[in-house]
């Protein structure tokens, strides 16, 4: 019976060593994985992109003065597709979507869309320099006191909010975006707004956009 019963602990020593060092191996082997799948996803957006939510709600009324000194507001934006972007020079989520904004932009600027960068909290002098650096072509307006974040109701950094041309807030970010993301939710709503149906067709169209979303 002693002899037994060594065998059965000596069994479980050697079951308990084994699955010690499956559990090492594994441990070794997934950061690896987790890498090789980080890296294909890198190699075309080159960061992970938050989602989008699916919100419908009026745009609030947010009016600042840009670096020319000139009184802008987002309301001078309506009949467009805009998408709100607020950031700050010290965020590096920030400033990493910077160049992907700035493509989208170029691309599809001609068809009426527009992004609205606006910074909150840095001096408008920094925000100058950065936006002069960085060649962004699309506008920026310097927030010092962050009215359009309170407006928002918005407490984190990068966030980013699509408005419809009837002033409707119809998409949400809280986080990121990448060049994917751009494609796959807002060029959909571009097709809708500046493609070449009818009045009727396009507000129908807009109508489903906002209660179905993507």
Known sequence: MQSR???QILALVVMGVG???LGGAAF???PGLAGSASDDAGA???YFSAMPAKVDFPAPEVS???FQGRNVSLSDWRGHVVLVNHWATWC???KAEMPVLQAYYEDYKERGFTIV?????EPVDEVAAYV???RLTFPVWPDPQQMAMRAFGEEYLPSSYVIDPDGQVVLYWNGAINREMLEKYVTPLLEIVYGSKSYLARQTDLFRFRRFGF
């Open 132 to 134: 002069q650096q960085q």
């Open 28 to 30: 070794m082997l997934l």
């Open 92 to 94: 590096p989520p920030c």
């Open 5 to 7: 019963s060594n065998i």
């Open 19 to 21: 699955l010690l060092i």
């Open 64 to 66: 600042l003065v840009d």
């Open 44 to 46: 075309s957006s080159g």
């Open 117 to 121: 960068a606006i910074e909150a909290g």
